[in-house]
């Protein structure tokens, strides 16, 4: 086995780790989404934010991967910008009762189907 494989085949272990966080960070989402709708309340400071980052912090790591995601077929770059603005949008929305839960659901279902796309595909 040449480096190039094992460099290769390390990237693709890892890349397959951030969309396995993602894909926690999703089901987190959908919970938060049901309990703010239930009417539980959130504290910015010890529940949105600390959970906004941990999940910018993982959008960070795929888009370090950038050139490997967008290689894939049917990804480019604009989808792979639009999975991450979703994410992030859908990291603070779901605290909050007043969210639409149609244009939630528009978008998780939008990043729910490009994680397990790129969940396949590696």
Known sequence: MDDFTTISERKCRLLRHYIE???????????FFEAAKKGREFNFVIDIQPFTEHVDAHLTDLKMNEDQVVALPL?????LKLLIQHMRELSVECFFDKTSKKVF???YKAVQHDLHYLERML
């Open 21 to 31: 966080s993602l894909n926690e960070d999703i089901k987190k989402i959908e919970i």
């Open 75 to 79: 990804m480019n770059e604009l989808k």
């Open 105 to 107: 659901l528009d978008k």
